[in-house]
Nanobody, 118 residues
Framework: QVQLVESGGGLVQPGGSLRLSCTVS????????MAWYRQAPEKQRELVAS???????NYGDFAKGRFTISRDNAKNTMYLQMNSLKPEDTAVYLC????????????WGQGTQVTVSS
């Protein structure tokens, strides 16, 4: 019954910005480590950024200095602020919630398309 609802994807020009949101319902959001992944056609799924229950963050090399992950526990929502977007950022971006207590459990959002093109 855990649900992840994503929003904010779309079309943006190179150098532009976009903010993705992922809202979690059906469980206690504060107990989940959260992460954004992305997958482009013919490419391996890769970690964009993660944030733990304690607020520790980690970024893929391509995201450092351009993307910022955050969470608002009061709103049960995780965000990804993406700046200076490049065409190679084009991908389906996926929200992941990993249960910090029942560590074998992980949930995924439906994915949202980000397209960076002029």
């Amino acid at each position: 019954q855990v649900q992840l609802v994503e929003s904010g994807g779309g079309l943006v020009q190179p150098g532009g910005s976009l903010r993705l949101s992922c809202t979690v319902s059906g469980s206690i959001f504060a107990l989940y480590h959260m992460a954004w992944y992305r997958q482009a056609p013919e490419k391996q799924r890769e970690l964009v950024a993660s944030i733990t229950t304690g607020g520790r963050t980690n970024y893929g090399d391509f995201a450092k200095g351009r993307f910022t992950i955050s969470r608002d526990n009061a709103k049960n929502t995780m965000y990804l602020q993406m700046n200076s977007l490049k065409p190679e950022d084009t991908a389906v971006y996926l929200c992941n919630a990993h249960n910090s207590i029942v560590t074998t459990r992980s949930d995924w959002g439906q994915g949202t398309q980000v397209t960076v093109s002029s």
